[in-house]
């Protein structure tokens, strides 16, 4: 069973007396433990494609299922908790709590969970470490820098065990260090934990770890390249 | 359901803006003091007011014939009236008790006459239950029963030519039906402040009363003063065992007075719109604070609701913000609010020209606020409400939200 699957999916923006269409017909088919990049222009689709999977953003028409459940139809309620269980999020400008600790970040979607604190906590701990945070996790976000909070915000997007992380941009606001050892991060994470990684860039950096490369242009996939 | 991370997150965002928030309490907690002081003394007032209007004259609780309190006719009374009080004085300790006849009657001077309002009173034990014998301005009350003596208000003896020492004839109707006539010497003037009594009313002993009326030891009515005025419950029970006669019935203040609750009510619906006007104010601050901290967090709303967290839970979580904020409000404003009411409910509040003013109606020259469960929650309580409310609107937009609009915004 594939882990997404879009079928026939659109979705078109009404600018003035302009149509967008930002999705414009896509299939897709994602299985488990594929680590996936979405590339292409500004504006080719490629953060639409990504809000519509995670349930996001409602598209125009179309199918899309995540995990076996169709979610197109689903209120924001059953959304949320769709995205709460299967899908971790990683974003371009990392979007941490700023009130909240990077321990606390981390242990926030297991906290909405339900999660145990003794459980949290451990989960939370051995995340930072692997992501290289181990005697950062009291520190704030404003305390952080740029890649150590998107390293937190991967470690929150995982430590929940989702089906898939959906990453927009990640790199987007790294230096070239930082950039290539995050990505080094969600491979290692990716084979690991078998977790399905999608991400949307473009960054030839990117590209060059992705084994399934998708090209965008216009809301149309162009090219789907296994490697 | 509200959990840790629901309470934690409320309980941090509150003190991202330490200054706004502090504002928001800080209005909080000025009403909660107003308010709490405000209300604690109207209580102390009323209370105070209820006292010196049943004191004046109409006791606590007075045990009548039936009907008598729809229509005062002589022949309704109460047979061995000085009896029946002592067996009740007796009987209730701690409790002032006295017996009364009333009747009207035409007073005569020398030079004129007018209609009065003829109370016979036991002089040992009126004092007790009543204020006006502390109200006589000239003279002296009266003291020896049988002596044919009264006490007339002030303005009957200015209308009658007559002062202290004086004769007056009374003429009327004895409780048999027969022509009742007497004579008694003016001991004393009374000034209560009431137009209606020191018009019309003229104090005798009941002994001379009953004398005057052919009223064969009976009496109209049997005053009680009890410990407290709200809880009369008790006392009536007691009372209605005691007098154990189907001719006669105990009435609370509340039916012999049915005016006086209706002006303290009055008074409260006007005082209430003051308060109302203060605590929209604080609500519409609390609106205003509540309104920028969901405008301010738009985009994290958006990445909180984008990891799994709903926008009910996000609208509990402004709500829960809220209720922080305006429970310590409320916590601050209590104390605060208790210990101002406290103070003056040890010293009592005063200012120039209120001991002379009162002293007039023999009323005490302090005021002092009531201290209750009530007077202190009450306002702080509805203040807490309204906050909540307020925050409704807010915490309403939340359900609206959509998770990547929010993450747009700037």
Known sequence: MSTVCCIDLCRFFVQGEQTVRALDHVNLEIDKREFVCLSGPSGSGKTTLLNAIGGLDKPTSGEVWVAGQRIDGLDKADLA????????????????????????????????QGVTASERRDRSMALLKEVGLEDMEERRPAQ???GQQQRVAVARAIVSNPAMVLADEPTANLDSVSAEHLMGLFVNLNEKHQTTFIISTHDQRVMSYARRLIGMVDGRIVTDEIR | MITNVTLSLAWRNLWRHPRRTWLTVGAMVFSNILLVFLISLQFGMYRVMYENSLRLFTGHLQVQAVGYIDEPRMRLTIPD?????????????????????????????????????????????????SSLPGLVKRGRFLDNAGMQEAVIGSVLARNLRVDLGHELTLFGTG???????????IVGILDSGSAEIDRSFVQISLADFQDIFAMQGHGHSVVLMTSDLFNLKAA????????ESGESVVHDWNALLPGLKQSVQADMVSAWFMYAVLIVLVAFSVLNTQLMSVLDRTREFGVVMALGLSPARL??????????????????????????????????LTFPGLEAMTAQFNLPGRLYPSASFASLMLGPTVVFLACLAAAIYPAAKLLRMEPVAAMRAV
């Open chain 2, 81 to 129: 009236a000085a009896g029946l009080a002592a067996r009740l004085r007796d009987a209730m300790p701690g409790n002032d008790v006295a017996a009364r006849g009333l009747a009207f009657a035409l007073a005569s001077s020398a030079d004129r006459s007018y209609g009065v309002q003829i109370v016979g009173v036991q002089p040992e034990h009126e004092p007790r239950v």
């Open chain 2, 315 to 348: 609208g509990r979580l402004v709500l829960l913000e809220t209720a922080m904020m305006a429970g310590l409000g409320l916590l601050l404003g209590v104390a605060v609010g208790s210990g101002v009411v406290l103070y003056f409910y040890h010293y009592g």
């Open chain 1, 144 to 146: 952080l820098s740029g």
């Open chain 2, 236 to 243: 009536t029970a007691k009372v209605e065992a005691i007098i």
């Open chain 1, 81 to 112: 908790n769709m995205r709460l269980h299967h899908i971790g999020f990683v974003f371009q400008a990392y979007n941490l709590i700023p009130v909240l600790t990077a321990r606390e970040n981390v242990e926030f979607v297991m906290q909405v």
């Open chain 2, 175 to 185: 409780r048999d039906g027969s022509f009742a006539a007497g004579i008694v010497h």
